[in-house]
């Protein structure tokens, strides 16, 4: 299936389409960069809505399995839910390769062993901390043996790109929220946690996120959400109303 196609399975196709082909192209390009085999078994932790786990479903094939986890409740996110977009996504014709469960932590949780690939796509910065990644990335190592990973780069290629990131150090260690970004973390920092786990990486490679709108939505819950600072004061001078670019990001596959 391509990416249009994956899209229209999404329930935020129905009120932007344009928005989740943008969002279904950069994932599918995700899977090419990790090679998905056909018939693969794959854990994909922080699942959120279910993007990257229809990819996944797509790329493994009717004879593959996807099992997406995420700690967040069914409950969580604006205007969809995510309980309400793996529904709709489980009741397409992807369904059958796809189980999502939400309130899950692999950390205290059964999930499953003997994963062919283990996903994590653009969730890290959702970890409350560094040091609970570190150890979930770990816990990953039992649970299967190759590592597929993507997330932003907080350094910025290019000066439009600096919004985005003052987007994200305003909103850095807001304490105990559910908003998008609570401990995020520089490509050197991953690297270091990934070696620390046991994980050997096999290759990284830079992706291209322009097409994204993540930068616009960052923007926003930092105006809206984020403690009064330097970084929030900057970012109210520098960002445009819409169209800002979003930072860089990397993928990897380790074993």
Not at 18 to 46: H, K, N
Not at 117 to 131: E, K
Not at 170 to 180: L, V
Request: glycine share 8%; hydrophobic share 40%; proline share 6%.
């Amino acid at each position: 299936m391509n990416a249009h196609e994956i899209a229209q399975l999404m329930a935020a196709w129905v009120p932007d389409p344009d928005i989740q082909v943008a969002q279904t192209t950069y994932r599918c390009a995700l899977g090419r960069e990790w090679r998905i085999p056909d018939g693969a078994s794959v854990l994909e932790v922080g699942c959120g809505q279910g993007d990257m786990t229809a990819v996944l479903a797509s790329l493994v094939g009717p004879n593959g399995r996807v099992v997406g986890v995420d700690v967040a409740s069914p409950s969580y996110g604006s205007p969809v839910t995510v309980g309400q977009s793996a529904e709709h996504l489980l009741a397409g014709p992807l369904g059958s390769r796809i189980s999502m469960r939400y309130e899950t932590d692999v950390l205290s949780d059964d999930v499953g062993t003997g994963y062919e690939l283990v996903v994590l796509a653009h969730c890290s910065w959702y970890f409350a901390s560094v040091d609970l990644l570190a150890r979930t990335l770990s816990k990953l190592r039992s649970l299967g043996s190759r590592l597929c990973f993507a997330e932003w780069d907080p350094e910025p290629a290019h000066p439009d790109q600096i919004p985005h990131l003052l987007a994200v150090l305003a909103q850095d260690r807001m304490g105990e929220t559910d908003g998008n970004v609570r401990a995020p973390l520089t490509r050197a920092t991953l690297l270091a946690a990934l070696d620390r786990a046991g994980w050997q990486v096999e290759q990284v490679v830079d992706v291209d996120t322009s097409g994204l709108q993540d930068a616009d939505w960052e923007i926003a819950s930092a105006v809206k959400e984020a403690p009064d600072g330097l970084a929030k004061d900057l970012l109210r001078q520098t960002a445009r109303k819409s169209g800002n670019v979003p930072l860089p990001a990397y993928a990897l596959t380790a074993r």
